[in-house]
Structure formats: structure tokens, C-alpha cells
């Protein structure tokens, strides 16, 4: 800015027009992103009233989650192996021939991220013997008993389907088990195993939200948000591996479209947890020490969700009339985004928890309401 122009602000009453770069420098990240918490949650923190709030000798009133990084894994696959699972059905039941390519992708990737899942709780569990246990009474009221079998049986209907898919891709030779299996009908174990699937990759967000700690259990969305997560992260996955293969673009369209979809209903379901949750939230958004806002606002919100959905915006509204050519591989760094915040999201739920748990004042204050 030349003198003239300074001179001629200074006569209109204007002050000097600050530098864009000095002001972005200026920006405390920790400051903005404390606002986000105060925005998305609509608490703003008050820690004189706060201190002055009963508790016991300031002990925490919960016993805090032993769940650790194996049950962080479990939800993420478990998603994956249940989104992909009712995308395969999807497209089985209503898709084209050319849809066949999401078909063999969706079952194979259910069937090899289901695989991880019983390691994974069995280990978290801690003995294998508590596993087998679970399965010797279902209670309906039990959300861990309600858990495991439904794992069981969503396992039988993803193997088959798998194997099936197996048969009619010719990869078990041609025997006569191998035709009798091909002769099965995959489209009718579809729709009952989709039923599964998705009490799958929504029981987690449920058995969360039954406990007392206040972050999971102050909102009864985190079901919605689980299993909208599964289909945004079992498209990006399905959508990058289709790519590597040179699936045709227009096949991709339409997974593009889903995964966008599901990305939507995830925001606003996640939107609307913070809101519902309110104070309750500030452990897995605020920036305070305990508080992983950090985390969540980088890596899950803003990195592996708004970004893609961003970007996939984008994608959807420049693309051009569908065409047999393969598609670019630019598409894979969406997926490859979203599948990181589908696994944050589970992390900072799981991290921001524990956090919950331990305050001595949250506890309390939440069993009030």
C-alpha cells in the first residue's frame, strides 16, 4: 500500500489495512479450535463454577474403561466388514451387470476385515474362554451378549457370501462342490445378512451409548454416526481398490455419490451429538489438558470428513458425462482421507472416554439430569 492510499484511508476515518500473512501467523490454532468446541457444543467452560460443584473428595465417581487399542481396531473393522457387506448386497439386488466389480470387491473386503474381528475382541476380552462363554445364553437386554452374536451370526452370512463369490469367480476349481456352492442364492442370503450388517456396524455406537460414561451415554446418536461412518469408510475402501483395478468411471459415479451421502449424514449426526451432548462432549473436543480436541478437529472432523466431503463435492459437480475409460487415481487420496477419519473417529470417541470417566464433577453433574 502506497502512501496516496494510506493517506487517503487515513482521511475516510479507516485504520491501516493489516498484512493477510502477518494475521494468519497471529492465529492461535489451539484458540480457534477452542471455538469450534465452544460453537459445536454450545457450552462455554466456566471453571470457577465448576470448582465449586460437589464431588467426592474430587475422586472420580466411575471406574475408568479398560477398553485399549484392540477395541479401537474392532469397531473400525467391524464397520468395514458390515458397510462393505451391504454395499455388496446393493449392488447384487439392484445394480447392473457392470455393478458385479462392486459385488465381488464389497464380499471379499467383508469377508477379510471380518476375519480380524474375533482375534481382536478375544484379545481385549482377555482369555478365550469368556468369548465361548458369552455364547452359552443370549439376553436380549445384554448389549455384549447382543454383540457377540450378532458377530456370530453376521459371520456365517459374510463367509458364505464370500465363498459363493469365490465359486462363481472360479477361484475353487471346478468341482462339483464348487459348482454346487456357485448354484447357491447369494441375492436371497443378501437380504437377511444386510439385516446383520447393520446391527453390526451400529451395536458399537449402541454399547457405548448404555454405559455411564458421560460422553458416550449424554447423546443416543452414536448408533447413527457408527453405522454412517461404516458406509462412508466401506465406500472409500471398496472406491479405492475398484481404482487400483481400472474399473470404469461411471461404476465409480455411483459410489462416489454414496460415499458423499454417507459423509453428509455423518456430519450432521455428528453435528448434532455435540450439540445433544453439550458439556459432556467437551472431553473429545475441547483443547484443555484430558481433552482431545486436538485430534478430533484435525484428523476426524476436518481432515478425514469435512475435507473429503469437500473435495468430493467437487469431484461430483465437475465430472464430466459418464464414459468406459477407467478413472483417474486422483479419487484415491478422498478414500484414503475418509478411512483415516473413520478410524480417528473411533479413537478420539474411545481416548475422549476415558477422559470422561476420570472427572470427578462430569460424572456427577451428568447423573443429575
Given at each position: 500500500m502506497n502512501e496516496e492510499q494510506q493517506r487517503t484511508l487515513q482521511k475516510l476515518g479507516l485504520s491501516r489495512i493489516p498484512d493477510i500473512g502477518k494475521v494468519l501467523q497471529n492465529v492461535d490454532l489451539d484458540t480457534l479450535l477452542e471455538q469450534f468446541a465452544v460453537l459445536s457444543t454450545g457450552y462455554q467452560p466456566d471453571p470457577v463454577r465448576e470448582l465449586q460443584e460437589t464431588t467426592y473428595y474430587d475422586y472420580p465417581a466411575l471406574k475408568a474403561p479398560i477398553w485399549k487399542w484392540e477395541i479401537i481396531?474392532?469397531?473400525?473393522?467391524?464397520?468395514?466388514?458390515?458397510?462393505?457387506?451391504?454395499?455388496?448386497?446393493?449392488?447384487?439386488?439392484?445394480?447392473?451387470?457392470?455393478?458385479?466389480?462392486?459385488?465381488?470387491?464389497?464380499?471379499?473386503?467383508?469377508?477379510?476385515?471380518?476375519?480380524?474381528?474375533?482375534?481382536?475382541?478375544?484379545?481385549?476380552?482377555?482369555?478365550?474362554?469368556?468369548?465361548?462363554?458369552?455364547?452359552?445364553?443370549?439376553?436380549?437386554?445384554?448389549?455384549?451378549?447382543?454383540?457377540?452374536?450378532?458377530?456370530?451370526?453376521?459371520?456365517?452370512?459374510?463367509?458364505?457370501?464370500?465363498?459363493?463369490?469365490?465359486?462363481?469367480?472360479?477361484?475353487?476349481?471346478?468341482?462339483?462342490?464348487?459348482?454346487?456352492?456357485?448354484?447357491?442364492?447369494?441375492?436371497?442370503?443378501?437380504?437377511?445378512?444386510?439385516?446383520?450388517?447393520?446391527?453390526?456396524?451400529?451395536?458399537?455406537?449402541?454399547?457405548?451409548?448404555?454405559?455411564?460414561?458421560?460422553?458416550?451415554?449424554?447423546?443416543?446418536?452414536?448408533?447413527?454416526?457408527?453405522i454412517s461412518s461404516a458406509m462412508s469408510t466401506s465406500t472409500a475402501l471398496i472406491s479405492f481398490v475398484l481404482r487400483l483395478v481400472g474399473t470404469p468411471k461411471h461404476v465409480l459415479h455411483k459410489l462416489e455419490q454414496l460415499e458423499w451421502s454417507a459423509m453428509l449424514l455423518e456430519i450432521i449426526g455428528l453435528l448434532a451429538f455435540l450439540r445433544g451432548s453439550g458439556r459432556a462432549a467437551r472431553a473429545l473436543v475441547g483443547t484443555q489438558p484430558q481433552e482431545h480436541g486436538q485430534n478430533f478437529w484435525r484428523f476426524m472432523f476436518g481432515g478425514g470428513l469435512i475435507l473429503p466431503w469437500l473435495l468430493q463435492t467437487i469431484v461430483l459437480l465437475s465430472s464430466k458425462k459418464q464414459t468406459s475409460k477407467p478413472a483417474g487415481k486422483g479419487g484415491a487420496i478422498i478414500s484414503l482421507l475418509v478411512l483415516m477419519g473413520g478410524y480417528f473417529l473411533r479413537r478420539t470417541l474411545i481416548d475422549a472416554g476415558h477422559s470422561s470417566s476420570q472427572n470427578a464433577r462430569e460424572a456427577l453433574w451428568n447423573a443429575r439430569r
Open positions: 481396531w474392532y469397531f473400525f473393522f467391524g464397520g468395514l466388514a458390515a458397510g462393505c457387506y451391504v454395499i455388496a448386497s446393493v449392488a447384487a439386488l439392484f445394480g447392473s451387470k457392470e455393478d458385479r466389480a462392486v459385488v465381488r470387491a464389497g464380499y471379499y473386503i467383508s469377508l477379510l476385515a471380518l476375519i480380524f474381528c474375533p482375534p481382536l475382541l478375544i484379545k481385549d476380552l482377555g482369555r478365550p474362554e469368556r468369548f465361548l462363554n458369552m455364547l452359552r445364553v443370549f439376553k436380549a437386554k445384554s448389549p455384549m451378549s447382543m454383540g457377540v452374536w450378532g458377530l456370530v451370526i453376521f459371520s456365517l452370512f459374510s463367509a458364505l457370501s464370500g465363498v459363493i463369490q469365490a465359486a462363481k469367480d472360479g477361484f475353487l476349481g471346478r468341482w462339483w462342490g464348487a459348482r454346487l456352492l456357485a448354484a447357491l442364492p447369494q441375492r436371497l442370503l443378501a437380504i437377511p445378512g444386510s439385516g446383520f450388517a447393520v446391527f453390526l456396524g451400529s451395536y458399537t455406537g449402541v454399547l457405548l451409548a448404555t454405559t455411564s460414561v458421560p460422553l458416550w451415554s449424554r447423546s443416543k446418536l452414536l448408533g447413527g454416526i457408527f
